[in-house]
């Protein structure tokens, strides 16, 4: 061994040995103890890897090296999200086609992750740009519509002037394009293709509670679901009672209250609804609101809108109540119609008190009366009041009476309604895969052929999109005009491209078939290692991603494709890093480079002081000050290795710490406590220099228990010690519980009930040893001064107390 602890040389030989040897390469058909571990792969948006990264990445693949200490053959692939805005977004920010750009930027991302140390088989790598890969993406698609699961509807959507594409609700911030703050978000009704992800919803909220998830991400995934229960309620048309306008509420018990009713502007009847006289206002109305985004309008504090002309009846008490359209009723939830009860939803009442609408109070709280006052809208629990025959019953009594009531007459039924919405997959972009659909005059919608797939994205450097809201593939003629595969007529080719979030829905169920090219999921490998065991991302996730891979996963489960209808048997979120006390930015001049410390510190130490900077559930705060005390450990465990003495017979005490650490560290790695972990290494390396010197045994073990952290160094000292075969090739010590008890105690010892003094004794002492103890501990004696003991109470292992 060399006499200094030199990382680049050690790295480098390793990362080269693991290379040729395939050392991380798992035999995917002959595995006995498959264990498949999964981070969220990278989207290349920028030249290189963040600091983000380098904590994350590593964190897997300590859990991912654990496992394989213990037996597991663990597959711990990667890949690139190469398609989408972000990536898109990247180059033209930089002047680039994305087609030379991306190339460029994965072999870069791929020479850092390499540099990290990871144990990642690098023979099945995906990449969602390939045609190889979104050949199956197209697939996909094609196996939701043909079971009805991806159909095209027109809708409002959020449009971004910048991006220039469509964006989901959770992309727009306050208004704003979340990549672009400043950018106000307009709305547009056009037609897109939408995955029905709806009927699904009840399913993936279920499931949630028993998946072994972080909770923070299941608590988002049930906000977002938004199960309401409730009921429909029919409103007549004055004047035309055979039709009626639905609504869904979820207080059935306020809807004698009920007197007016919103529309969102974009309703299909509003235009029919307007009278000749509020024909011009309802219009003007409608295209004000179109220019603002769906969250801005969830959020909108000021009451406007516009009557329409028209009334509605109300069902349950016969009263027409007049139609109005407002921005703060949303297309997009229930059934684009609410009863307004102004007494009991603080909208409605404002709503009432701009517009000087009726306000009648249905529910009173204890002590009030039927016609007490309102200052606000009340929302507490009560009894019905001003509701007919109802009148008198507790109000939670009234939901289901008056359900039933009006669904004897025809006036409405139980219902339970969701916030989740169909997922819109069409983006107005270059950068995606093709929708595998073409248009013909006389055939319709017509799928291509699977025999036909993929459909290649052209390359064309007219790829900049603009504010007409038409895909930059609607300018290549070459790619959009093409035969009907029905007819074999001119047909076009649909020329949106599909949402990134779909090349990630599935691209955990590719890796272990990424060299098969006949079929997306070699139905063999994905029995033997899908679902994901372990799989770890960024909360940030929580709910498009994460719950577009729960769909897509419970989808071809029900088409027969997989066993499993659920993808991730467990998922932990990691935490976030932050420098100096700030979130990382370029603005702020605090972005961390990994690359600067890769070369002073190498990857051993860098991946150890990103683990030990806090929990890697929380993340934590880069100091580069903190780093040098990690390189002072990894040097203290080589000169170690390099002094043992092949003689040495370890002491008892330090193999009882070597016991406890294994112990300690064992359990921490479980719980992905990664920083404590380390913290009891460098508390048994301590031990060691106090106690020493260490056996064979002892210091192996701590190799061992180092390797999942340090993969480079352990592997170097384990050659060093004799082993011909990588340190993954050895197990995870075991530990002696009769040896990870402490041998002696500390008890405390009170005179008069006040502490006095601390004595160390055996832990088995019986009472009479540890009274003698006691009395015989100086401190304890000058309280005492000579005094009798008139009374003593012993807690064996805690407590002596002496009354004197």
Not at 54 to 72: E, K, M, N, T, Y
Not at 303 to 310: E, I, L, M, P, Y
Request: aromatic share 10%.
């Amino acid at each position: 061994m060399d006499e200094r602890y030199d990382p680049a040389a050690i790295e480098a030989k390793w990362q080269r040995r693991w290379h040729e040897r395939r050392t991380n390469t798992p035999d995917l058909r002959g595995a006995g103890r498959p264990y498949y571990t999964l981070m969220m792969f990278p989207y290349p948006s920028a030249e290189g890897l963040h600091v983000g990264h380098a904590f994350a990445f590593p964190g897997v693949d300590i859990h991912a090296r654990f496992r394989r200490l213990q037996g597991f053959d663990v597959f711990e692939p990667i890949g690139f999200d190469a398609f989408g805005i972000h990536t898109e977004n990247y180059a033209l920010r930089v002047g680039k086609n994305p087609r030379q750009l991306v190339p460029r930027i994965i072999e870069n991302f791929t020479r850092q992750l390499r540099r990290l140390g990871l144990m990642v088989d690098w023979e099945h790598v995906v990449d969602t740009t390939a045609p190889d890969y979104y050949r199956w993406t197209q697939w996909i698609f094609l196996q939701l519509y043909k079971n009805g699961l991806a159909v095209r509807k027109k809708a409002p959507v959020n449009w971004c002037p910048a991006c220039q594409t469509v964006l989901a609700n959770e992309q727009v911030i306050d208004g704003e394009c979340e990549r672009h703050p400043g950018t106000q978000v307009e709305q547009r009704l056009t037609e897109q293709w939408f995955f029905t992800i709806t009927k699904y919803a009840e399913r993936l909220l279920q499931d949630l509670d028993w998946i072994d998830w972080s909770e923070t991400t299941k608590t988002a995934q049930r906000n977002w679901i938004g199960r309401s229960e409730g009921a429909e309620i029919h409103f007549p048309l004055a004047g035309a009672p055979e039709r009626a306008i639905q609504v869904f509420t979820t207080r059935p018990d306020t809807v004698f209250g009920a007197t007016y009713m919103v529309m969102a502007p974009e309703h299909a009847w509003v235009e029919e609804l307007a009278t000749h006289a509020q024909r011009g206002a309802v219009a003007a109305y409608r295209e004000r609101v179109a220019r603002m985004d769906l969250v801005s309008r969830r959020a909108v504090k000021e009451k406007t809108g516009v009557f329409t002309g028209a009334y509605a009846i109300n069902p349950a008490t016969g009263t027409p109540i007049p139609i109005w359209i407002a921005d703060y009723v949303l297309a997009e939830y229930g059934t684009g119609a609410i009863m307004a009860v102004p007494a009991h939803d603080q909208r409605d009442f404002e709503f009432a008190e701009v517009f000087n609408l009726p306000i009648v109070r249905v529910i009173a709280g204890e002590g009030e009366s039927a016609d007490a006052p309102l200052a606000a809208a009340y929302d507490g629990p009560g009894r019905l009041v001003n509701s007919g025959p109802f009148t008198g019953l507790d109000a939670g009594a009234g939901k289901r009476a008056i359900t039933d009531w009006l669904a004897e007459r025809g006036a409405g039924r139980a219902r339970v309604e969701y916030r989740l919405h169909d997922w819109c997959i069409s983006r107005q972009r270059y950068w995606g895969p093709p929708i595998p659909v073409v248009y013909c005059a006389h055939c319709g919608i017509v799928p291509v052929p699977e025999s036909d797939l993929p459909v290649l994205l052209p390359d064309t450097e007219d790829f900049r999109p603009d504010a007409s809201g038409v895909a930059p593939l609607a300018r290549v003629r070459s790619f959009f005009e093409a035969p009907c595969p029905q007819c074999g007529g001119s047909a076009r080719r649909e020329t949106d491209v599909s949402d990134t979030f779909l090349d990630s829905a599935w691209y955990f169920l590719r890796y272990p078939s990424a060299d098969r090219h006949d079929v997306a999921m070699d139905p063999d490998l994905t029995r033997k290692w899908l679902p994901v065991d372990m799989y770890i991302g960024g909360n940030e996730h929580a709910v498009l991603h994460l719950m577009y891979t729960r769909f897509i996963t419970m989808v071809l489960h029900d088409l027969g494709f997989v066993h499993f209808d659920e993808p991730f048997k467990k998922f932990r979120a990691h935490g976030l890093i932050i420098k100096d006390g700030a979130k990382m930015s370029k603005s702020r001049g605090n972005v961390v480079n990994p690359d600067q410390y890769l070369d002073q510190y190498g990857a051993d130490v860098f991946r150890m002081y990103m683990m030990f900077l806090g929990p890697y559930e929380e993340g934590g705060d880069f100091r580069d000050e903190g780093i040098s005390g990690i390189r002072r450990f990894l040097d203290g465990v080589w000169r170690t290795a390099r002094e043992l003495d092949a003689t040495a017979r370890a002491s008892e005490s330090l193999r009882r710490a070597t016991h406890r650490a294994i112990k300690k560290v064992q359990d921490d790695l479980e719980s992905l406590r990664y920083n404590t972990a380390i913290a009891a290494l460098m508390t048994l390396l301590n031990d060691i220099k106090r106690d020493g010197p260490p056996d064979r045994w002892v210091t192996e073990t701590l190799l061992l228990m180092l390797a999942p952290f340090a993969p480079h160094i352990a592997e170097e000292l384990w050659e060093a010690l004799g082993h011909t075969t990588t340190i993954f090739e050895a197990r995870w010590p075991p530990f002696d519980p009769a040896l990870i008890v402490e041998e002696t105690v500390v008890v405390a010892v009170q005179v008069n009930g006040k502490v006095r003094g601390r004595i160390e004794v055996p832990r088995e002492a019986a009472e009479e040893a540890l009274l003698a103890a006691a009395l015989a501990d100086p401190a304890v004696q000058a309280h005492i001064d000579g005094k009798p003991i008139r009374r003593h109470v012993v807690v064996p292992g805690r407590l002596v107390n002496l009354v004197v």
